[in-house]
């Protein structure tokens, strides 16, 4: 930094006794709700390993008595994620297909769901194959069209079921302008690919934001986990209960390890923006490359509700297609040196994965199709590696595959 730099740098006008909660997102990344322990000092949240809890009278208690309802580790870990998404209470599960089914379990028999076409394959998989049995109705439409969800509405509609940016054609769903026709019902809004680093949903009105925090929150590849977040605290309350109710709780280690990812997670998603711009554009630019679809890119077709919704970046998710079709495709994913074929998104590590035959195999190839999700779609989440080890690996991928 050079001396008229340094004389330049003024602190920002802020209150002295402002607290943790109204400061920037990296600080309440780091400090929101991760204070030293008040018994040792430790800077590190201990992990609480414990089924149950001394009581020291009946009824009397410090406000735990058994880790299913509660546990301290998780609920640092549920307290952080509430304030980053600015909502009036988290909750957090095992997996985020657990966060799913909780959301869908504050239905009752005879509602009506709109989902997303584009979701991720787990839950219409869920939803057609276990909650229909139990007299649940649902809709698949294009959310990105406001018209066509405002069709889909009907007195019995009670959730709007969105991701967006989806998973994995990277479509994107105007949050305000759903939350402005959706009538009674509750707008959910499942937030993995972007995070609140980049989006918030609550802010845009929806009621309800969700996240499989195994992806980009947690960020290494370590942990399953989801995650709900509510604007109103009766929504919560009863998230609450089904959690414990179900048992669809988060374990404290995966709760710990999930804080520790928390709090480098905004550096991290500028990085995940920095390489998947980059990498794009290659792509973009690549005569082998038939489509791209990245929001970052002025040719994606939504770009201009992602230069609107999204706060800092369009994430580290993207989605090509080579010439060649499945084919190429299929031995692109073979050919990788570096970059990791595997099922998961959002860690420091880069990987790929072929939706059709992996992550969306659950669908009907009809449904994949209509969504957009064809046979020869790689979708490439990108890592933190150095972009230009990334670029030459792919390099290499694409013209063996198109050879």
Known sequence: MTEQTQQERKP????????????????????????????????????????????????????????????????????????????????????????????????????????????????????????????????????????????????????????????????????????????DAKLVVDNTFLTPALQIPLDLGADITLHSTTKFIEGHNSTVGGAIITKTKKDHEDLKYLQNAMGLIQSPFNAWLTLRGLKTLDVRMKRHCENAQIIAEYLEGNPKVTKVLYPGLNSFPQASIARRQHSQGHGGLLAFELKGGVKSGLKFASSLSLITLAENLGAVETMVTHPATMTHAAMSKQARLGAGITDGLIRLSVGLEDVDDLIFDLDQSIKKATS
């Open 12 to 183: 920002a006008n802020k209150r002295k006794d402002q607290s943790v909660s109204e400061s920037g997102f990296a600080t309440k990344a780091i400090h929101a709700a991760q204070t030293p322990d008040p018994t040792t000092g430790a800077m590190v949240l201990p992990i609480y390993q414990t089924t149950t809890y001394a009581q020291q009278a009946v009824g009397v208690n410090k406000g735990f008595t058994y880790s299913r309802t509660g546990n301290p580790t998780v609920q640092v870990l549920e307290d952080s994620l509430n304030i980053l998404e600015k909502g009036q209470g988290g909750a957090c599960f095992g997996t985020g297909m657990a966060a799913i089914t909780a959301v869908f379990a504050l239905l009752s028999q005879g509602d009506h769901a709109i989902i997303s076409s584009v979701v991720y394959g787990g839950t219409p998989r869920l939803c057609n194959m276990i909650l229909s049995r139990y007299g649940l109705k649902f809709s698949y439409v294009d959310t990105g069209d406001v018209d066509t969800v405002r069709a889909a509405l009907s007195p019995k509609t009670k959730l709007i079921f969105v991701e967006t940016p989806a998973n994995p054609t990277l479509k994107l769903t105007d949050i305000r302008a759903i939350s402005e026709i959706k009538g």
